[in-house]
């Protein structure tokens, strides 16, 4: 069974920085395309950011300047590097694994991040 375990959520003042990890269980985590989404209350989950087995990453445009994803394959982890965090960024942040062409397709727990203003 595979399990995504994220961490690093937290309260910040707008302005500030967090560091959101995402341990994931299981063999081959290196061919996996890893993602963040964030859902806020009374809205749609949204990408925030891939990053793919070859290292290409993808932004939302919301967040392109400001945030960075990460992988190391040696601890079958990948990171969002959050900078200069805005109100609008708060929500429960959520980690994905997937690998193209197959099924395998797991969900972390979510953390919570909140931004005060």
């Known amino acids: 069974q595979v399990q995504l375990v994220e961490s690093g959520g937290g309260l910040v003042q707008a302005g500030g920085s967090l560091r959101l990890s995402c341990a994931v269980s299981?063999?081959?985590?290196?061919?996996?395309?890893m993602a963040w989404y964030r859902q806020a209350p009374g809205k749609q989950r949204e990408l925030v950011a891939s990053i793919t087995s070859g290292g290409s990453t993808n932004y939302a445009d919301s967040v392109k300047g400001r945030f960075t994803i990460s992988r190391d394959n040696a601890k079958n982890t990948v990171y969002l590097q959050m900078n200069s965090l805005k109100p609008e960024d708060a929500a429960v942040y959520y980690c994905r694994a997937t690998r193209p062409f197959t099924r395998y397709d797991y969900w972390g727990q979510g953390t919570q991040v909140t931004v005060s203003s």
């Open positions: 299981g063999s081959g985590f290196s061919i996996n395309t």
